[in-house]
């Protein structure tokens, strides 16, 4: 039975009205009344123990997925004798299907670039272990947002390859026109099915109707009408890529989402797009849309805007202006309003996530999400399997860190869930891990906002290096979406690292190899910069030959330590608009690096090492001792030491230390100790690769 509007699911989720229906499930707009957003509640209505397990099976699959142009859940719980019920992001936007009704025909650059999107989600979940079969790939489940990016929605089909197997679990999806042969029933699904789906809806796109359907076309009935025959002006290269991808026999198609991306970027004359292409124009709004959560588009290394469409030709424009015109002189301001409110079948592509991709705005705190803590329901989100370290219910505690030093999130880099670092966070609490970041190419870095409530980091990241060549900084929202969006300065592929935010949140500094190389002695140039927030400008503060790196900011924001290469690293400091640097730290034969100031800034923590690449510790030095040869070693000799160990960071309080450190002279973990080097702690057990924690800011 349909849930009547204001019921209130697992005592939260307030139900608004009712989205859309199917044979097995329903869709419904709610509030979450916890923290005030909507969402999306889609209900199983078929009970029986198969489509219970196949939608519990939806749900594995879906909280294990992390990837911009994929859908995310939020929440999973069961009401025992009444359903089970996934929450999902509620957005606004249109999909494919409605847009190729709209424009009767898109453009091929807008069609090479969906494909491309779509196929990058489609490596990822073809790349999982097992392998994820999408089996309803379609222009209903593409979704395009008002900013114009492109999410592959609908998971209620989906299917875990594994092994052997030759038949599937749950319903099969049998689209006339977009579902290939194989599945009917006359062969086995793989990876090759969804790119058979995928350029089907390609066809449909570029050429207005849909392709034949592959049962016809392999019992003889029907043919593939060429797409040139449809739409002569399309270029031959971009039909036959599409045609391809149509054939009947899985062996002679694309054998992988890889191979067809790069195929019609090529046909394209595209090797990337650049992540400054104008976006679609949004789609029409309607008066029955409500404001709406946006997820976050990673960055471009894993995502792709879309181009402005051209103008649809004169025959719509004559098509639809005529009725049009008629119908407001016949029925009036009546007719605005039902049109405007008119329903639209299938509503369930409206409920999944959106990928935008928000520039900071202008303020002196550029990353205000509300104050918010995503709770857990009753009954945990399952897993697919147990190595899966992501919780599906994500509970992060983005309130104020509490005085003590014991508490609150640390951000870290991590490479436990692939062969590249992507960002986690640990609640000291809780003693839970969570992956905020899945991009494929890393993330490292993490610096928090001063309102606790977001994180800068960059990428790409494989491991930890002193200069990231090629990476750009992104700023990651903590709010329920996750939201990345890249720091708004002009693209340089030289690189920019070593991100660090100012206290009152309107600056970011960051090292960069943008200056090039020296004249003289042909060295890459490290400069460090500034952006500003608010006037979304940047300035290069430090003009030397010499290479400046990891910048610290002072608690006061006057300002600016950072590590200067001359004969060794040295701690200099500067004042925060780059005047006045001077060196900070004693002469000394050893390397310097990762400066902190201490709760006050009465102290400048850093590490040091040996030139010939000794055991690293801790050290601290005065600021009224600037300059001269007192540092004080951390914790003193004589006793229990944390060597070797690097890149300390202050807990809000000032009485705590969280660092990396490894005392096998391999494994890199997390570790924390009071400010004197004593009540040594590690946080977690791990076999892989941490590094750079960062302390969440009470603000």
Not at 224 to 238: A, C, G, Q, S, V
Not at 338 to 351: A, G, H, L, M, V
Not at 564 to 588: H, L, T, Y
Request: with cysteine; net charge negative; hydrophobic share 35%.
């Amino acid at each position: 039975m349909p849930i009547t509007p204001d019921t209130i699911l697992n005592d939260r989720y307030r139900i608004i009205k009712i989205l859309g229906q199917g044979g097995m499930s329903s869709v419904y707009h709610a509030i979450d009344e916890n923290i005030g957003i909507p969402v999306a509640v889609k209900a199983n209505l078929v009970l029986t123990d198969d489509y219970s397990r196949q939608f519990q099976r939806e749900a594995n699959i879906l909280a294990t997925l992390r990837h911009p142009n994929l859908p995310r859940v939020n929440d999973y719980f069961h009401i025992p004798g009444q359903g089970q019920y996934l929450v999902m992001d509620f957005i606004e936007g249109e999909d494919l299907r409605e847009r190729i009704e709209r424009l009767d025909q898109l453009s091929e650059r807008e069609v090479i670039i969906i494909g491309a999107a779509i196929c990058d989600a489609l490596m990822y979940l073809h790349k999982r272990q097992p392998p994820v079969i999408h089996r309803d790939i379609k222009p209903g489940n593409i979704k395009i947002t008002p900013e114009g990016h492109v999410v592959l929605v609908d998971f209620g089909l989906v299917k875990l390859l594994e092994g052997n197997q030759q038949t599937t679990t749950g319903a099969r999806a049998m689209t006339p026109g977009y579902s290939p042969p194989e599945q009917y029933g006359t062969g086995r699904t793989d990876e090759r099915s969804d790119i058979y789906s995928l350029g089907a809806t390609l066809y449909a796109a570029l050429t207005g109707v849909i392709p034949e359907d592959g049962l016809s076309r392999v019992t003889g009935k029907e043919r593939l009408t060429p797409i040139r025959k449809k739409r002569p002006n399309i270029t031959e290269r971009l039909a036959q890529v599409v045609e391809k991808s149509l054939e009947l026999e899985s062996e002679k198609r694309f054998q992988s989402a890889q191979e067809f991306r790069s195929a019609l970027l090529d046909s394209g004359n595209m090797t990337s797009i650049p992540v400054e292409t104008n976006l679609l124009t949004p789609p029409p709004k309607r008066n029955f849309d409500k404001q709406v959560i946006h997820t976050g588009i990673s960055q471009p290394l894993v995502s792709i805007p879309l181009s402005r469409p051209q103008s649809s030709p004169k025959k719509n424009f004559f098509k639809w202006f005529l009725p049009l015109l008629f119908a407001i002189i016949i029925l009036g301001s009546s007719y605005y309003y039902d049109f405007r409110t008119k329903k639209i079948s299938n509503y369930f592509e409206n409920i999944l996530f959106s990928n935008s991709l928000p520039i900071a705005e202008k303020t002196n705190t550029p990353s205000i999400a509300p104050s918010l803590v995503i709770k857990p329901s009753r009954t945990p989100l399952p897993t697919i399997a147990a190595e899966v370290s992501i919780t599906p219910t994500i509970e992060l505690a983005i309130n104020a860190t509490p005085i003590g030093g014991g508490s609150g999130l640390i951000a870290y880099a991590s490479n436990e869930n692939g062969e590249v670092m992507q960002i986690w966070t640990f609640d000291m609490e809780t003693k839970k891990r969570i992956q905020l970041t899945d991009l494929a190419d890393g993330a490292c870095q993490p610096t928090w906002s001063p309102d606790g409530k977001s994180i800068a980091f960059i990428s790409p990241c494989h491991s930890k290096q002193d200069i990231y060549e090629g990476a750009r900084i992104f700023v990651l929202k903590l709010n329920n979406s996750l939201e990345i969006s890249p720091l708004p300065i002009p693209i340089d592929p030289s690189g920019d690292f070593d991100p660090d935010w100012s206290p009152d949140g309107s600056k970011l500094v960051f090292s960069s190899l943008r200056p090039g190389n020296d004249p003289e002695t042909k060295e890459k140039l490290v400069h460090i910069y500034i952006f500003d927030f608010v006037s979304s400008t940047y300035l290069e503060i430090t003009d030397t030959r010499w290479k400046d790196r990891q910048p610290a900011w002072s608690p006061n924001g006057e300002y600016i330590a950072f590590v200067r290469k001359v004969a060794q690293s040295e701690i200099w400091q500067m004042d925060a608009n780059g005047n006045n640097p001077k060196r900070f730290s004693g002469s000394s034969t050893l390397n310097l690096n990762y400066p902190a100031y201490s709760f006050d800034g009465n102290i400048i923590f850093f590490t040091m090492q040996s030139e010939s690449g000794g055991v690293p510790f801790f050290s601290g030095l005065r600021t009224t001792n600037s300059g001269l040869p007192l540092e004080f070693r951390i914790p003193p000799l004589g006793q229990p030491d944390v060597s070797p160990a690097a890149e300390v960071d202050v807990s809000p309080d000032g009485q705590w230390f969280v660092f990396e450190r490894w005392p096998d002279g391999t494994n890199h973990d997390i570790y924390i100790s009071t400010i004197n080097g004593a009540n040594v702690t590690q946080l977690f057990e791990s076999k892989y690769f941490e590094f750079g924690p960062v302390w969440q800011p009470r603000p």
